[in-house]
């Protein structure tokens, strides 16, 4: 009842101040998502949400502080209100299906403040079936041009004490665990900045987006951004008494957040928004609020699965550098990579600790100008690699790892580029490990978004495509720039092979599809068979059976999945089969089912062969499912591959085992599947 006199009050502030604009608001397409805009004490501008008829966001107020003009926040009159409604079908080169329909209905509120300045801003609101995204606008003005933005104030005023999966508001990494607690209870300690590899501990009770909830009346709702663009990336401030969220956005070496000139849009403002928490995973809000692909050519960017000289090096086996004495980047072990990778259906083959300068990678302050990405160690020959691999039709994947020392990247990427052209190399993985250099500036700044959208524009027109680790978040940019394949920008698998904190725990997985995936595409390089690690890394495992990591190839998605294990570690295994079987371009996904941080199955229909694949997970509980195949084309048989757990498997005492089962199955079938304890399956469906 009070919730009810609030919002007539706050409408009739509304009224009185500007009677012809008494009811601002806009609906999606279906009418269930609802975004009202209001001006409310001291006329600052504020939004509601409503999902079907109730308030999922309370009323939250909107606005800037600036330097040198102050806040702009407040005494805002409405100039104009315009509203449009859009709809589209877009093809997506590659990605989890082929077609995206893009529908909403937008307005534009363009404000403008009573100060003497009479300084602009327009706020954009569009709603969709699936959630809402709003953004700001500056348009040019001439009491308003430099904008240094000391912080934006946006607010998400929550509705309840919303059940949380939140990393904290680090400005560096997003390698952490995702904790599951109420918002009141969201406490971010420094002891999480400590296991990182960034290391820089903010001071504030802040998480890192998407960052998802769900609320006590079973809505799920999933908070980030959207084309972040010349800006800084936004985390946000909790206040757990308030059950309130603002904008906390990344920090520079002086005490501004963002440098802009008037134009300027921010990036979009998003709230998923779903019954299910698989409507989450199936949303394309996030890529619907970016721009169209601006490259013309883009025929040399193809999804690939790919092996590489990498988890040798994380469980020691082997180094990147040569002074130990184990390198592992030599000609010899990629040409050994290079036939395993061809007589296993694999497209490509990463090569790490290639170039010279790994003696002095991690834990050096001086790291400008130590790598140079043209300079291969003496006992790699990389012209020989390039041939043998080409002779086998295998793609290399060229990596640049630069210790974050980021101008020293700059100033290379032009010659860097051009050696893979000539190279005829199309995929580069970058690397951003240890501080930023320049000192002050943070991986998730506005300094850094414009270098990683620099490499971007760059590789493009040497037709690479980009695969970042410690990356920015993605934010939906791969539909504007589709080269932008794969990124890290997680706690990923080499953390099984090293953290002294026991790994990624079976729930970490079930997690990550709901939160970080929702954000763009994982590479996350599944596929461990050896999950004890007991030759080279006996204290450290992976906390799954084999079966779950097999379904991490449809669970997980990305353009570039690896089959992460040392070679040697898929001889004799039948289950390797899926791997080799498994698509990697999708024309459609479906999610079957999933509660956060407890399981999810999803299944992907294979771009032209129509073949489908499914994929189960779940945490250390184990579960039974009945699956209706009814996602199946009607009327056809597939022969159908079941890799499952063995009734004795579990992730911690026996892993290992599982069984396979062959069978034919139809639309008009059901499937039951039993998980172990940190378990899962996958099963391919094949067109007889
Ligand atoms: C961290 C990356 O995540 C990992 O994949 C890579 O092997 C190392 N850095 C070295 O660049
Ligand atoms: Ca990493």
């Known amino acids: 009842m009070k919730k009810i006199f609030l919002i007539i009050f706050l409408a009739s502030i509304n009224f009185t101040c500007c009677s012809s604009y008494s009811d601002i608001s806009v609906s999606s397409p279906d009418g269930r998502v609802n975004i009202r805009f209001l001006l409310v004490e001291n006329n600052k501008p504020a939004y509601m949400v409503f999902y079907d008829n109730k ?54 509120v363009e404000l403008q403040d009573e100060t003497k300045l009479e300084r602009k801003m327009n706020l954009v609101f569009r709603a969709f079936d699936d959630g809402i995204g709003f953004r700001y606008e500056l348009p040019e003005q001439s009491n308003l041009k430099e904008v240094i933005i ?24 997003y390698e952490h665990l995702y904790r599951t607690t109420r918002v009141s209870e969201i406490k971010v300690d420094p002891v999480m900045f400590e ?22 009346d079973g809505i799920y709702l999933s908070f980030h951004e959207a084309n972040l663009t010349n800006y800084s990336g936004m985390t946000l401030l909790i206040d757990n008494d308030k059950k309130l969220m603002q904008s906390e956005l990344v920090g520079s070496p002086d005490e501004s957040k963002v440098k802009v000139t008037t134009p300027f849009k921010t990036p979009w403002r998003t709230i998923q928004i779903s019954e299910t928490a698989g409507g989450l995973i199936e949303s394309k809000l996030i890529v619907n609020l970016n721009e169209p692909n601006k490259l013309e050519d883009i025929s040399w960017i193809k999804p690939m699965k790919y092996v590489g ?29 290079i036939d395993f990778a061809a007589e296993n259906n694999i497209d490509a083959v990463l ?5 010279t300068g790994w003696e002095h990678w991690i834990g050096f302050e001086d790291r400008e100008g130590v790598f140079d990405f043209v300079t291969p160690y003496s006992d790699y020959d990389l012209w020989e690699v390039v041939r043998y691999a080409n002779e086998r039709e295998i793609e290399i994947i060229m990596h640049h790892e630069t210790s974050a020392a980021v101008q020293t990247y700059e100033t290379q990427l032009d010659t860097a580029y051009s050696l893979c052209k000539r190279l005829g190399i199309n995929a580069v993985k970058t690397g951003y490990v240890g501080k930023i250099i320049p000192k002050g500036e943070y991986h998730h700044g506005q300094y850094m978004v414009n270098h990683y959208r620099k490499v971007l524009e760059s590789a493009a027109k040497y037709q690479i495509m980009i695969n970042s680790h410690e990356p920015i978040k993605p934010t939906g940019i791969r539909r504007t720039f589709p080269n932008m394949v794969s990124r890290e920008g997680l706690r990923g698998q080499e953390f099984n092979a090293w953290s002294q904190d026991g790994g990624n725990p079976p729930e970490h997985l079930t997690i990550v ?27 450290n495992q992976v906390n799954t059976t084999l079966a779950h990591q097999l379904a991490l190839y449809v669970v997980i998605y990305s353009p570039l999945q690896m089959a992460a294990d040392l070679p040697e570690n898929y001889e004799g295994h039948p289950a390797f089969q899926f791997i080799r079987d498994v698509g990697i371009d999708w024309e459609d996904s479906k999610v079957i089912n999933g509660e956060i941080g407890d399981y999810v199955t999803i299944v992907r229909k294979e771009k032209e062969t129509g073949n489908w694949f499914l994929g189960s997970i779940t945490d250390e509980n184990s579960r039974e499912f009945t699956i209706d195949l009814s996602f199946l084309e009607p009327e056809v048989v597939y022969y159908s591959v079941i890799y499952k757990d063995a009734p004795d498997s579990h992730w911690d005492n026996n892993p290992t085992a599982y069984e396979i089962e062959n ?26």
């Open 55 to 108: 308030i999922i966001v309370d009323t939250s107020t909107l606005g800037f502080d600036l330097k040198n003009t102050g806040p702009f926040d407040r005494d805002f009159r409405i100039v104009n209100v315009s509203e449009c409604s859009f709809s589209e079908v877009w093809r997506m080169p590659w990605g989890e299906q082929s077609e995206v329909l893009n529908n909403y209905n937008e307005i534009i």
């Open 150 to 173: 000391m912080d934006e104030l946006t607010q998400f005023q929550l509705t309840g004490d919303h059940k949380s999966w939140w990393i904290p508001g680090d400005w560096d990494i």
């Open 195 to 216: 296991n990182s590899l960034a290391q820089t501990y903010i001071p504030y009770n802040a998480v890192n987006t998407p960052v998802t909830m769900k609320t006590d």
């Open 309 to 337: 000289i990498w988890w040798e090096m994380h469980v020691d086996k082997s180094s990147w550098d040569m002074k130990s004495g184990k390198h592992g980047a030599t000609t010899e072990n990629a040409k050994r990579y």
């Open 351 to 355: 090569i790490e600790g290639w170039n």
């Open 513 to 539: 599809p709901f939160t970080r995936m929702l954000a763009g595409p994982i590479d996350f390089t599944p596929g461990i068979f050896d999950i004890k690690l007991e030759k080279y890394k006996p204290n």
């Open 663 to 688: 069978r034919e199955l139809t639309s008009s079938d059901t499937l039951n599947l039993i998980l172990a304890e940190g378990g899962g399956a996958a099963v391919s469906f094949v067109k007889k």
